[in-house]
C-alpha cells in the first residue's frame, strides 16, 4: 500500500493490546483496553508511538487495521 498523509498526519498501524498480564492472568476481551501504541508505517518499520485516545482515524486496507493521526495527537515515541 502505498498512502501519503496530508499535512501533520502520518499514518501507524495499532499494535495489539497484551492478553495477558506480567503475573500470567489471562484478560478477557472486554477487560483489554484499547492499544495506545502504534508503529509507524508512513516513516519506517520499527518506529513506535503512544497516541491520545480519541484521536486517531481508523480505516481497515487488505485485513490489517490502519490509524490516520495528527502530529499534536502524538505524545511520546517509542525507542527500543
Given at each position: 500500500m502505498h498512502l501519503k498523509p496530508l499535512a501533520d498526519r502520518l499514518v501507524a498501524k495499532p499494535i495489539e493490546a497484551e492478553t495477558k498480564t506480567a503475573a500470567g492472568i489471562l484478560l478477557p476481551e472486554q477487560a483489554k483496553d484499547k492499544t495506545l501504541v502504534a508503529e509507524?508505517?508512513?516513516?519506517?518499520?520499527?518506529?513506535?508511538?503512544?497516541?491520545?485516545?480519541?484521536g486517531p482515524d481508523r480505516f481497515t486496507h487488505a485485513g490489517t487495521e490502519y490509524m490516520i493521526l495528527k502530529e499534536k495527537d502524538v505524545v511520546a515515541v517509542i525507542n527500543g
Open positions: 509507524v508505517v508512513a516513516v519506517g518499520k520499527e518506529v513506535k508511538v503512544l497516541h491520545a485516545e480519541y
